[in-house]
C-alpha cells in the first residue's frame, strides 16, 4: 500500500475499532474507499479484491467491511465495537435458521403459532419441511413416530456438520442405538463423551428424477434486516446432481442419496469437466417444457413461501443489528409431485467453483451482494431490482411493477421474483448505478 493509500484510510473514518469523525454529508454519499477484512480463501476475495475502490487490510487493521467466517464471529463479534457504516456478512445468532435442529425447531413453533392465530389453513403452508425430531432429546417421540410407519426410510444428519459429513440412512431402530436416551445405557457408556445431537428425519423415497438421477436445488437469499424483515432473492442458483441412477433397494450408496458437491466429486465415476449442476434457468426451461408454465410457476411460488416463511420464523429471534447481512444457501428438493420440500439453509454456502461456469456464476452473485449492501452509497434505498437480485420482501410482499395489486390479489406476495429467470444483470446495473469514483458512466 503506498503512503498516499495511507493517509487516504486515516482521513476517512475508521471502521472496527476507533474513533472516527466525518460528516453526515460523508457518511450518506458513501465512502469512496472501503477497507475490507475477508476471512475466506476463494471466490469472494476474489470480488473483493477487484472492486475498485477497496483495499484489503491484514491482521489487526482496521475495517469497514468483513467477510468473516462463523468461527470468528463466535469470537468475536460479542467484543466488538463498529461504526455505523460498518458491515459484516453475518447475524449473531444465524444459527437459529441454519443449525438443523434450531431451524426445524423455529418452524414448528412457528406453524402452531399460525395454527392458533389465524387457522389451519394458513398453519398448513408451512407444511414444506420433513417430519424431524431431534435426537437424543426426542428418540422417543420419534420411535413413536417410527413404529407408525414400518419399513420406511429415513436419514440421519448431524445438526452442525456440512458438505455430506456424517449423514447416513437407516429402516431399523437398532441402527440408532447410540442416540437411545434412556436408562438402558451402561454407567460406562454414561461416562464417555456425549453423544453428538443429529435430526431423524423422513426420507423423501418420491424425488423428482431427472434422467434416473435424483437432484436438489441450491438457492440464494439475501437478508439485510430483520426488523424490518428486508429479504432478496437471487435470480441464478443451480440443481446439484446425483451421479448413481435413483433406488431405494440400497440405501447405503451415498453417491445415489447425497447430492452435495463435496460427496459427488469424490465418485469413482466423477467427470469435473462436465460436474454434477444444471443452471438454474436451465432447469426451469427443462421442467416448464415438461409440465407447462403454469404449473411450474405454481412450483416456484411454492418456494418463495418457503423462503418468506422460514426467514419470519426466525424474525423475533435473530438479533438484528444494521451492521449485519447475511447470504443464505437454501437446499430444496423436488418429489415427483412437483412439491418443494425444505431441505436445510445454510450460513457458510460453498462459494468454492466446481467448474468456470460455476466461478462466473458465484463472482455474478457475490459482486450483487456488494452491491446491495452499498457501501459505496450508489442507491436510493427503494430500489426493487439491484443486478441479479430482486427485493421479495421489505415488511411486506413486493409486487412487480406491471401488477395491479388490487387486481392482481394480496395472497400472492412473491410476485416480484425471478429465480431461474433471465440474469440481464449488467444492462440493469448500467441503468441503476452512478459509476464508481473515478469512474464514467458506461
Known amino acids: 500500500m503506498t503512503s498516499q493509500d495511507s493517509r487516504s484510510i486515516r482521513r476517512l473514518t475508521s471502521g472496527y475499532k ?131 410407519s414400518p419399513g420406511s426410510t429415513w436419514i440421519m444428519k448431524p445438526v452442525a456438520k456440512s458438505q455430506g459429513k456424517g ?20 454407567e460406562e457408556q454414561k461416562d464417555a463423551a456425549q453423544v453428538e445431537s443429529y ?14 438421477r435424483k437432484f436438489d436445488l441450491r438457492v440464494y437469499v439475501l437478508v439485510t434486516s430483520y426488523v424490518p424483515l428486508k429479504a432478496w432473492l437471487y435470480r441464478d442458483g443451480f440443481g446439484r446432481f446425483s451421479s448413481t441412477r435413483f433406488s431405494l433397494s440400497s440405501i447405503d450408496d451415498k453417491y445415489m442419496h447425497l447430492t452435495n458437491v463435496a460427496v459427488q466429486k469424490t465418485a469413482p465415476d466423477y467427470d469435473p469437466e462436465k460436474g454434477c449442476k444444471w443452471q438454474m434457468q436451465q432447469l426451469r426451461r427443462y421442467l416448464t417444457a415438461k409440465h407447462g408454465r403454469e404449473t411450474v410457476e405454481t412450483l416456484f411460488t411454492e418456494m418463495d413461501n418457503i423462503f418468506v416463511r422460514s426467514l419470519q420464523s426466525v424474525q423475533k429471534v435473530i438479533i ?73 420482501w421489505n415488511d411486506g410482499p413486493i409486487y412487480r411493477e406491471d401488477v395491479n395489486v388490487e387486481t392482481f390479489g394480496s395472497s400472492c406476495f412473491t410476485a416480484n421474483t425471478h429465480l431461474g429467470c433471465v440474469n440481464d444483470r449488467e444492462k440493469q446495473l448500467r441503468w441503476l448505478l452512478k459509476p464508481f469514483p473515478g469512474q464514467k458512466r458506461m
Open 199 to 212: 435430526v431423524a428425519q423422513r426420507y423423501i423415497e418420491n424425488p423428482y428424477l431427472i434422467n434416473g
Open 167 to 186: 449423514i447416513f440412512l437407516f429402516r431399523k431402530l437398532k441402527d440408532i442405538m447410540d442416540w437411545k436416551k434412556d436408562g438402558t445405557r451402561s
Open 18 to 148: 476507533g474513533s472516527y469523525d466525518y460528516s453526515k454529508s460523508e457518511e450518506r454519499e458513501g465512502r469512496s474507499l472501503v477497507r475490507f477484512k475477508c476471512g475466506l480463501l476463494n471466490t469472494i476475495q476474489d470480488v473483493l479484491r477487484q472492486r475498485p475502490g477497496w483495499v484489503e487490510v491484514k491482521d489487526e487493521g482496521e475495517w469497514d467491511f468483513n467477510w468473516c467466517d462463523v468461527g470468528w464471529l463466535r469470537e468475536n463479534f460479542d467484543h466488538s465495537y463498529m461504526e455505523e457504516h460498518v458491515r459484516i456478512n453475518h447475524f449473531r445468532n444465524h444459527y437459529e435458521l441454519t443449525r438443523k435442529n434450531l431451524m426445524v425447531k423455529n418452524l414448528k413453533r412457528y406453524r402452531k403459532n399460525q395454527e392458533r392465530d389465524v387457522g389451519r389453513l394458513e398453519a398448513s403452508k408451512c407444511d414444506f419441511f420433513p417430519c424431524t425430531f431431534a435426537l437424543p432429546s426426542e428418540y422417543h417421540l420419534f420411535v413413536e413416530e417410527f413404529k407408525r
Open 320 to 392: 438484528n443489528d444494521k451492521h449485519c447481512f447475511e447470504l443464505y444457501g437454501y437446499d430444496i428438493l423436488l418429489d415427483q409431485n412437483l412439491k418443494p420440500w425444505l431441505i436445510e439453509v445454510n450460513a457458510s454456502p460453498s462459494y468454492t467453483p466446481s467448474s468456470q461456469e460455476d466461478y462466473e456464476m458465484k463472482c455474478r452473485l457475490l459482486e450483487d451482494t456488494l452491491n446491495v449492501v452499498d457501501m459505496e452509497g450508489r442507491l436510493t434505498g427503494k430500489e426493487k431490482r439491484v443486478g441479479g437480485y430482486d427485493l421479495m
